[in-house]
């Protein structure tokens, strides 16, 4: 009984320590995604770039794809911040003669 308790002591203590409280998650992963992302796509330009071409439409494939692999700037805040009021209020109240 003792050992389950230290095992089970020493494992909560060890998920406390990787898991603390104000850490968040969401940003690290999509952070991470982002830059594996952005590698996997420098790693295929260099590939391609590599290629000997010697006609005009393999320089134009490859100049095609490397122009789809840059990434685009991402956009900043939203044009509508908050949604149109509504002008009919709702729900919408009931007739005086519905009682």
């Known amino acids: 009984m003792t050992m389950f308790l230290l095992r089970s002591a020493f494992w909560l203590t060890l998920a406390f320590m990787v898991m603390r409280p104000g850490v968040d998650v969401g940003d690290a992963a999509s ?30 494939g490859k100049a095609l794809v490397s122009a789809a692999l840059q990434t685009a700037p991402q956009a900043g805040a939203p044009m509508h911040v908050q949604p149109a009021a509504l002008s009919v209020p709702l729900p919408r109240p009931r007739p005086d003669i519905a009682g």
């Open 31 to 60: 952070r991470l995604s982002q830059d594996a992302m952005q590698q996997g796509s420098q790693f295929v330009a260099q590939q391609i770039d590599a290629i000997d071409c010697h006609d005009f439409t393999c320089a134009g």
